[in-house]
């Protein structure tokens, strides 16, 4: 019986620093070595997740962006991708901009992962981000809502008070076209409203790697609300000390939290490899 483990990055496997640890480091480079079959599912970009796992041995594909990207981890190039259809991403443009809200709008242009903005409509929030992650994917800076219209969208974020994004999210929560996530940032605190197309999901993208490597298990490691597709579709799944009470009230187990290296601790008391 083959075994998938899948595990979320921030909060998850990355401590408070945003790091990975030496510890975890060297579990799952001995654990991979001896055949355990690993990977994440984050939010990050491809790059962004790149540079904090590279201390690890990973070799199979990449979830990014809740599971609107799957990336070949050895070419580079995606091959999982789902895209907002163009008038769905322009009716979120509307709803969002008729209330004040600007959104960071990812796309993808000539096989280049890029975000459009508006400078100087972001709140201060953003524009830490947009500092934060500069170097990491194309800035694309724009003046009007009209020219945050963008093809091949598949990411959409608003980081702004709970009082502006929690009537959207109730209004958006529904729609056919797309997954909607209200949660605070693991770090910052920052309250996100993010927007994907209705087929990612975590969990669809998992599904489709763990029919591609033929496993028959399933085990997932998470702390937030963007977790909770994937522990829906587990044989088990672990919530670390410090996630969420919605995912602690679905999951398997309670585990270490990731200041303690929850995830590398379990994986090496119960992983099932020779």
């Given amino acids: ?156 974020v608003c980081i702004d008070s709970e009082e502006k994004l929690y009537p959207l999210y109730e209004k958006l929560k529904d729609h056919p076209a797309a997954n909607v996530i209200y949660q605070k940032d693991v770090y910052s605190g920052r309250q996100w409203l993010e927007l994907m197309p209705k087929a990612a999901s975590k969990a669809n993208a998992i599904m489709m790697l763990k029919e591609k490597l033929g496993c028959d298990r399933l085990v997932c490691f998470g702390d937030g609300k963007n977790d909770i597709s994937m522990f829906r579709i587990r044989d088990e799944c672990y919530a670390v000390a410090n996630a969420v009470d919605e995912l602690k009230a679905i999951a398997t187990d309670v585990i270490d939290s990731n200041d303690n290296n929850g995830v590398a601790k379990w994986l090496l008391e119960k992983a099932d490899v020779k």
């Fill in 1 to 156: 019986m083959k075994t998938l483990y899948i595990s979320d990055l921030d909060g998850t496997l990355l401590n408070s620093d945003a790091e990975i640890s030496s510890f975890t480091a060297n579990a799952l480079n001995s654990l991979i070595e001896k055949g355990l079959l690993f990977s994440y599912a984050t939010a990050r970009s491809f790059s962004t997740a790149g540079e904090i796992t590279k201390g690890i041995t990973a070799q199979f594909p990449r979830i990014l962006y809740n599971g609107a990207f799957v990336v070949d981890n050895a070419t580079k190039q995606p091959i999982i991708t789902n895209f907002f259809a163009d008038d769905v991403s322009r009716q979120f443009v509307r709803i969002l901009t008729e209330v004040d809200v600007w959104p960071l709008m990812y796309y993808y242009d000539d096989g280049v992962e890029s975000m459009a903005f508006i400078r100087e409509n972001a709140t201060a929030e953003m524009k830490e981000f947009i500092y934060e992650y500069e170097g990491t994917l194309r800035h694309d800076q724009v003046y009007s809502a009209q020219q945050l219209e963008k093809k091949n969208t598949y990411y959409l």
